[in-house]
């Protein structure tokens, strides 16, 4: 490592306060450890807080019945289409800031994260209208029972129509954290997530003066969470917090910069579509079973989410110190800040499966009524199957997150289509279908799939090539 990492240690408790207060750092030069911390801390609690949003959800919406928690979980799976264009778009903004605050150009750095949000104004208006219209639509080809359908139409419809909170909410938290403010981002987070849970059960059950909406009132109180928690980023790009200073005529259509966010974007939004896609598919697989299969997946789904994020956040880390490494010109730096995250991401994700693998009916059991018996089995089965694939995710999501903030998002997509599109659904398909195996199957060929993922990826890192993308 280069002697910068040398140093003498750190305090533990100065470097989190100094996290969770956003101090501001040149983290092309301090202690590669202190910056892995200063970054990781804050995106950990950042997309735990996040994660929570679907936890939360489902732990109230379960009381409605299997029903509601089904047509919550269908919804959710194509929601992450969503999810999937704002964390593009997010990595490309990410990517592109880091760039350029590396090379110490703060005006083209703001310039750059201003264009990233006038493109996802335009895109969430491009699907919600269409979301909207057609929910019901979405959800009988996803598979959901009619009775849920009914239950849960206006849920669907709220959800797809205010999807501009979601996207917003993943882009501009990818501009801080381009930028290594990531402390802003985490408490946008924190701000969007309180409201949600004070509002999910007033909403949902009619508290006080509030009305009785059912699970239409949880896509009620996510909506007003999240779009207060994007009003909170703006006020913070508005006042120049950090070294971003934004401008209004940043926000004027400027080709080059959007070409080369559409280059970085294009390929990065397909490789989580790709992801996202394929959990639509295996959903619906699922739901071949019941209701209770499907409720069951999807609380499962929501607490494989829960823990997955965290990981996910301390990876985004990474994305940041490589973009900005890379444009201070210090490979070698970016490279040892890959390896190190690599390290502390299997830790983490270790403990996780060992947790999910012996308590997976108590976790599962939280969220699920006693009553309900067979949801409760077939999350806990979910819970331990696909846990046993954590510590390759903990690897690939590391290594994924390299390539996307050095701005090469083509070879983890190229390798999220052959893993998830060519491997994962066709060998689902044929263990749900001809092998015996039934849901089970389903379940196993997640942690098989990704794990195979995270090997390849891992070896296109090797390489080095990823060092040399021009930005």
């Not at 129509?161 to 946008?188: H, P, T, V, W, Y």
């Not at 997509?413 to 893993?419: A, D, M, N, V």
């Amino acid at each position: 490592m280069n002697d910068t990492n040398k140093s003498t240690k750190p305090s533990y408790i100065a470097v989190i306060k100094s996290a969770l207060r956003g101090d501001e750092y040149d983290f092309t030069s301090i202690n590669l450890r202190k910056a892995v911390a200063l970054l990781a801390i804050p995106m950990m609690l950042e997309l735990a807080l996040e994660s929570v949003f679907a936890v939360v959800d489902i732990f109230f919406v379960n009381k409605l019945g299997v029903h509601a928690a089904s047509v919550v979980g269908l919804t959710e799976s194509v929601i992450t289409l969503v999810y999937s264009l704002g964390i593009g778009l997010s990595a490309a903004a990410t990517a592109m800031v880091a760039r350029r605050v590396g090379e110490k150009n703060i005006k083209e750095a703001s310039h750059s994260g201003a264009q990233a949000i006038l493109t996802g104004v335009i895109a969430s208006v491009i699907i919600g209208i269409p979301g909207y219209l057609f929910a019901g639509d979405i959800l009988k080809m996803m598979g959901a029972e009619p009775e849920a359908i009914s239950q849960g139409i206006n849920y669907a419809r709220i959800m797809y129509g205010s999807n501009i909170a979601i996207i917003l909410l993943f882009l501009i938290n990818g501009i801080f954290r381009g930028a290594g403010n990531a402390s802003i981002a985490m408490k946008s987070l924190w701000l969007a997530n309180a409201l949600n849970i004070i509002l999910d059960p007033l909403f949902i059950f009619g508290i006080g003066f509030f009305p009785e909406l059912g699970v239409t009132g949880a896509a009620v109180a996510t909506t007003i969470g999240r779009s207060v928690g994007v009003l909170y980023q703006l006020w913070h790009l508005a006042k120049a917090s950090g070294s971003l200073k934004m401008e209004a005529g940043y926000f004027r259509p400027d080709g080059p910069i959007q070409k080369g966010l559409a280059k970085i974007a294009a390929p990065a939004t397909f490789q989580f579509i790709i992801a996202s896609a394929s959990w639509i598919f295996l959903a619906s697989m699922v739901a071949e079973y019941g209701s209770a299969a499907s409720a069951g997946y999807q609380t499962a789904i929501r607490m494989v989410v829960f823990f997955i994020l965290p990981a996910w956040g301390m990876s985004n880390a990474v994305a940041t110190l490589v973009g900005q490494n890379l444009g201070a010109g210090l490979p070698a730096r970016a490279e040892d800040s890959v390896k190190l995250t690599m390290k502390y991401n299997i830790s983490f994700m270790a403990l996780v499966t060992v947790l999910l693998l012996f308590f997976a009916p108590e976790i599962a059991g939280f969220f699920i009524p006693a009553h309900e018996t067979m949801q409760l089995h077939y999350a806990s089965l979910a819970l331990r199957v696909i846990s046993a694939g954590y510590i390759f995710y903990g690897m690939g999501m590391v290594v994924t997150q390299a390539f996307n903030g050095a701005g090469d998002t083509r070879t983890p997509t190229w390798i999220y289509f052959f893993g998830f599109w060519v491997f994962q659904i066709p060998f689902a398909w044929w263990l749900h279908k001809y092998s015996g195996a039934g849901v089970t199957g389903v379940f196993a060929a997640v942690p098989i799939a990704e794990t195979l993922m995270a090997v390849a990826v891992f070896l296109f890192f090797r390489t080095g090539k990823w060092k040399t993308i021009k930005v």
